[in-house]
C-alpha cells in the first residue's frame, strides 16, 4: 500500500507559476507509476500528466503539455508537478496517484491510491 499527500496549492494570478508536490508514504514508491488529475466543480476528473516508475517516460494532457513538467525522486518517495503560465482554466483540485505498473494511465479509473487533493486557484 502506498498512502499520497499533496501539498503546495494556493491562488495565483494568469500566467504564474505553482509547483505541486505528492508525498508517498511507505518503501515501494519506486513500484508505482504515478499521475496527476484534475478535477474542477461540476466537470469530470481528468488526465493532467503521469510519469513511469522510474520516471524516464512522462506524457502529458494536450491542455498543459508545454506548460507543466512533472517530475519523481524515488530516493525521497516525491512527485512533483511544476505549473507555469497558469489559466483560468487550470483552476481545480489536483489530485495525485499511483498504479502498480510500469507506465502511467491517463485514465483515472486504472489507479489504485489517491491523495486527498490541493486546490488551485488561478485568478484572471
Known amino acids: 500500500q502506498v498512502q499520497l499527500v499533496e501539498s503546495g496549492g494556493g491562488l495565483v494570478q494568469a500566467g504564474g507559476s505553482l509547483r505541486l508536490s505528492c508525498a508517498a508514504s511507505?518503501?515501494?514508491?519506486?513500484?508505482?507509476?504515478m499521475g496527476w488529475f484534475r478535477q474542477a466543480p461540476g466537470k469530470e476528473r481528468e488526465f493532467v500528466a503521469g510519469?513511469?516508475?522510474?520516471?524516464?517516460?512522462?506524457n502529458y494532457a494536450d491542455s498543459v503539455a508545454g506548460r507543466f513538467a512533472i517530475s519523481r525522486d524515488n530516493a525521497n518517495n516525491t512527485m512533483r508537478l511544476q505549473m507555469n503560465s497558469l489559466k483560468s482554466e487550470d483552476t481545480a483540485v489536483y489530485y495525485c496517484?499511483?498504479?502498480?505498473?510500469?507506465?502511467?494511465?491517463?485514465?483515472?479509473?486504472?489507479?489504485?491510491?489517491w491523495g486527498p487533493g490541493t486546490q488551485v486557484t488561478v485568478s484572471s
Open positions: 496517484a499511483a498504479q502498480r505498473r510500469i507506465y502511467a494511465s491517463t485514465n483515472w479509473r486504472a489507479y489504485d491510491y
Open positions: 510519469i513511469s516508475r522510474g520516471g524516464a517516460s512522462t
Open positions: 511507505g518503501r515501494t514508491f519506486s513500484s508505482y507509476a
